[in-house]
């Protein structure tokens, strides 16, 4: 599948909605824990990381991902922003090498894309999707929110969860119970020192992978 991941319109009208923008998101939800550190080298558990999710009410940070295809000649490199508002209020601009902006807000989800028209220069063209109308969409947001709600729970019931290794060096393994995400994710590896994320692996049902790296711009904390 060549790589149509940053254009969510495309993915959701081929049938794979969410695709990318699910796992860019759960990153952004594990990223949030990276301000705070822990006071002792006891192992690094799931729980810890869901506690200090679930006090984040606003975060901002930079994305650099490099993914590999066998249809790629050579790697394609994605850059741009994420933001985060508690409880449910989620942006991906992705900034090169397309402009998109994809904004999750409740039950709605509005994708805009700039696009090149001939001798009338760029529009921009705006789509508006129900996520309740999408049960990937719906499976996969759903998920994310338990994440960025500090909600271990929800993320068990959904996701085989596999941790290794201690504070200062921990790797998290995230493997998809639904058939549904199992189709096009196979598994996402989460690895760190203390409570920073230092690299973000996505192995895709196609073979295709993607490691990620992230940078804070901003975030705010409860108590």
Excluded at 16 to 27: D, G, Q, T
Excluded at 88 to 100: A, G
Aim: aromatic share 8%; no cysteine.
């Amino acid at each position: 599948m060549i790589y149509l991941w940053y254009d969510l319109n495309n993915m959701i009208t081929k049938r794979h909605p969410l695709k990318s923008f699910w796992a860019i998101l759960l990153v952004l939800a594990f990223a949030m824990a990276s301000s705070n550190s822990m006071a002792t080298e006891d192992a690094w558990t799931v729980r810890q990381l869901m506690q200090q999710l679930s006090k984040v009410s606003y975060a901002r940070l930079n994305f650099v991902e490099t993914r590999q295809s066998i249809f790629l000649s050579s790697d394609m490199v994605i850059e741009g922003n994420m933001e985060y508002r508690a409880p449910d209020y989620m942006v991906k601009n992705t900034l090169s090498p397309t402009t998109e902006k994809v904004v999750v807000d409740g039950d709605s989800m509005i994708v805009q894309k700039l696009r090149e028209s001939g001798k009338k220069g760029a529009t921009l063209q705006t789509k508006r999707y129900s996520i309740q109308s999408h049960p990937v969409l719906q499976a996969a947001v759903g998920g994310i929110r338990s994440v960025l709600a500090g909600n271990y729970e929800l993320l068990s019931k959904n996701y085989v969860i596999m941790m290794d290794g201690l504070y200062q060096d921990w790797t998290l393994e995230l493997v998809p119970k639904s058939a549904e995400i199992l189709e096009h994710v196979k598994k996402i590896t989460l690895s760190g020192k203390e409570a920073q994320i230092r690299q973000y692996f996505t192995l895709q049902t196609d073979g295709d992978e993607s490691v990620m790296k992230l940078s804070y711009e901003v975030l705010n904390k409860e108590n």
